[in-house]
């Protein structure tokens, strides 16, 4: 069974950082999409690491947000740069075969998810 458990949310200043992780177990190394989830309440990708370690960030954090993960410590990351109040949301690790946008987990729908970590960003 996937599991999927976020650490790191909190409130920051505009212009500030956070960096959440996620730490997964039950996932075969390399079988799934990995990646982060926010609702605010509009649910939106915005971030993954492929199968075959390709990347995606949604336009909404490109640039200032950096996906990366540790597959000896079965740990995701999401460091958060620059935080803009609009980026105040749940934030949730999420895994399937597929996160690509318009694929089968589109817009909002992967196999597993996490509880979320609320992140909260004041100006």
């Given at each position: 069974?996937?599991?999927?458990?976020?650490?790191?949310?909190?409130?920051?200043?505009?212009?500030?950082?956070?960096?959440?992780?996620?730490?997964a177990s039950g996932l075969t190394s390399d079988a799934l999409d990995i990646g982060w989830y926010r609702v605010n309440p509009r649910c939106e990708l915005i971030s993954y690491i492929g199968t075959d370690d390709t990347t995606y960030y949604a336009d909404s954090v490109k640039g200032r947000f950096t996906i990366?993960?540790?597959?000896?410590?079965?740990?995701?990351?999401?460091?958060?740069?620059?935080?803009?109040?609009?980026?105040?949301?749940?934030?949730?690790?999420?895994?399937?075969?597929?996160?690509?946008?318009h694929g089968r987990s589109w817009p909002c729908a992967p196999g597993h998810w996490g509880r979320g970590t609320q992140v909260t960003v004041s100006s």
């Open positions: 069974e996937v599991q999927l458990e976020e650490f790191g949310g909190g409130s920051v200043q505009a212009g500030g950082s956070l960096r959440l992780s996620c730490r990366s993960r540790d597959n000896a410590e079965n740990t995701l990351y999401l460091q958060m740069n620059s935080l803009k109040p609009e980026d105040t949301a749940k934030y949730y690790c999420a895994a399937d075969i597929s996160l690509r946008p």
